[in-house]
């Protein structure tokens, strides 16, 4: 797992204001796998009368990476010392294994030296050599930011440089319109507001 500083810059908006804000995150996240299994020999496997110096040309070990001896059990498996890989020399194996399929993990940078631990089986082509590289850390897609955030006041350095001539504003013209009373409304009178009329005007024309 590895943790890297990320910085991101988003715009904060709402209703009354916009903003600018900086958000600062840690990424952690695990450098994915790429560990490669090689099976020794290919399709021959692990056998007498192959060349596995020639094998081995174009490939690139990594710590990580595991090689797999497929064999019959007439056959072993032994991790040696330089020195007895260079003299064939057996019985002083630092690991040995005779199951037919053996798995050998590649854990630590250096040469790796691997032979048969049959008599005479070394001598005739089984054995390996295996220069294993420490390998580089992969760097994620988003690379750390070291920039300085920014405050929220920069925010107006994005906006267009005012005009130095002043803006000439057309004022607006508000009407005022007057509800005047439709006059026909004077006559919609209450029945209360007729009778009493009619009464008043029948009391007129009897006095006179």
């Not at 250096?110 to 032979?115: A, D, E, K, L, Q």
């Not at 420490?134 to 006041?153: C, M």
């Not at 508000?174 to 005007?201: G, I, Q, R, Y």
């Amino acid at each position: 797992m590895e943790c890297y500083s990320v910085q991101f810059s988003t715009k904060k908006m709402a209703s009354s204001s916009m903003g600018m804000a900086c958000l600062s995150l840690v990424l952690c996240m695990a450098v994915p796998s790429l560990a490669t299994v090689y099976t020794v020999g290919d399709t021959s496997g692990w056998t007498i009368g192959v060349d596995y110096s020639t094998w081995t040309k174009g490939k690139t070990f990594q710590v990580g990476d595991s090689l797999v001896f497929n064999y019959p059990t007439s056959h072993t498996v032994d991790e040696v010392s330089s020195s007895d890989y260079s003299t064939c020399t057996v019985g002083n194996a630092i690991t040995t294994d005779n199951s037919g399929a053996t798995t050998v993990a590649l854990k630590t940078a250096g040469t790796h030296y691997f032979i048969c631990g049959v008599i005479s089986h070394c001598g005739n082509g089984m054995k390996l050599a295996v220069k294993v590289e420490s390998g580089s850390s992969i760097a994620p897609s988003i690379s750390p930011s070291k920039s300085p955030s920014k405050s929220p006041s920069s925010s107006s350095s994005s906006l267009p440089p005012s005009s130095d001539k002043p803006s000439t504003t057309t004022p607006s013209t508000t009407t005022t319109t007057t509800n005047v009373p439709d006059s026909s409304s004077s006559w919609s009178l209450s029945p209360f507001v007729a009778f009493v009329t009619t009464w008043v005007a029948l009391f007129v024309m009897f006095i006179s």
